[in-house]
């Protein structure tokens, strides 16, 4: 059973950065897609940005692209997203989703089957 726990959230003031950490537990994590999702008040969850296996291939949302940056380090079994040029519209519960059968492009079209906790990032105006 995959475990994908969370890290670095915070209140931020809009234009600053955050860096998004998620630790997975699977050994075989070196071999699953995994991406970042995320959820606003009162919407749905949405695709954030995934990475494939290797880091190889990244895609993004076309709300993030050029701000995130995703990434991982197989060797910690470690994903991070990094977040540039905060918004307030970019207050969300942040997760991490892993899953063993998907594609890095995939993941923006499917419902993962591992989810972490999520993190609390709230940008203030």
């Known amino acids: 059973q995959e475990q994908l726990v969370e890290s670095g959230g915070g209140l931020v003031e809009a234009g600053g950065s955050l860096t998004l950490s998620c630790e997975a537990s699977?050994?075989?994590?070196?071999?699953?897609?995994m991406g970042w999702f995320r959820q606003a008040p009162g919407k749905e969850r949405e695709f954030v940005a995934s990475i494939s296996w290797n880091g190889g291939r990244t895609y993004y949302a076309d709300s993030v692209k050029g701000r995130f940056t995703i990434s991982r380090d197989n060797a910690k079994s470690t994903v991070t997203l990094q977040i540039h040029s905060l918004k307030p519209e970019d207050t969300a519960v942040y997760y991490c989703?892993?899953?063993?059968?998907?594609?890095?492009?995939?993941?923006?079209?499917?419902?993962?089957?591992?989810w972490g906790q999520g993190t609390q990032v709230t940008v203030s105006s």
């Open positions: 699977e050994r075989t994590f070196g071999a699953w897609a």
């Open positions: 989703a892993a899953d063993p059968f998907a594609t890095s492009q995939a993941m923006s079209e499917i419902s993962p089957d591992y």
